[in-house]
């Protein structure tokens, strides 16, 4: 079980990391945006599991494009 805690203590630390950068390099603005997206996917996720695609990301990158999910 410990191996488990710390490779999801190791995965959150990263998930943290990469929170901190994206809200730096992001104007206020669009940081209290999410916040407020982020809230209202919590609030109805009982009533419409898609409100949740909010933690969807996609990015295209080299004409590739990635799908990265964000846990808060």
Known sequence: MSRRYRKALSG???SAAAFESISVSASPERVQAWG????HA???RGHD??????YDIKMKQCGSRYSMMVFA
């Open 12 to 14: 959150a630390t990263l």
């Open 49 to 54: 599991v898609k409100v949740m695609d909010i």
């Open 36 to 39: 407020a997206e982020e809230e």
């Open 42 to 44: 919590q609030r109805e």
